[in-house]
Nanobody, 126 residues
Framework: QVQLVESGGGLVAPGGSLTLSCSSS????????MHWVRQAPGKQREFIAG???????????HYSPSSKGRFTISRDNDKNTVYLQMNSLKPEDTAVYYC????????????????WGQGTQVTVSS
């Protein structure tokens, strides 16, 4: 069965850093755009970043305005893993973070994806 498995969430102090990982299959990584999305209780889902299998002219990473400059999405296809490096974390970054896959980039806050991970909790608090 095709699945995505997130890990790396936890408690971190404001201003700190955290790296999330999303483990998947080679098939998924080579066939889909990979995304990071988050959702906090009482708030709508928020797109964070997306990355294609191969970065080229016209096909590159994409970030939400709120995450650009603080968050970095990357992938290691040899390890079948997508990462989200988060720096300068703020309490408002507290949410469940999901990785998700689809055949194209979906950056809308209301976007649905073909494949979802189970999510990993990130809590930013002193």
């Amino acid at each position: 069965q095709v699945q995505l498995v997130e890990s790396g969430g936890g408690l971190v102090a404001p201003g700190g850093s955290l790296t999330l990982s999303c483990s998947s299959s080679e098939y998924v990584l080579s066939s889909f755009w990979m995304h990071w999305v988050r959702q906090a209780p009482g708030k709508q889902r928020e797109f964070i970043a997306g990355i294609p299998f191969i970065t080229s002219r016209g096909t590159t990473t994409h970030y939400s305005p709120s995450s650009k400059g603080r968050f970095t999405i990357s992938r290691d296809n040899d390890k079948n893993t997508v990462y989200l490096q988060m720096n300068s974390l703020k309490p408002e970054d507290t949410a469940v973070y999901y990785c998700a896959a689809d055949s194209r980039l979906k950056a809308s806050a209301e976007a649905d994806y073909q494949i979802w991970g189970q999510g990993t909790q990130v809590t930013v608090s002193s």
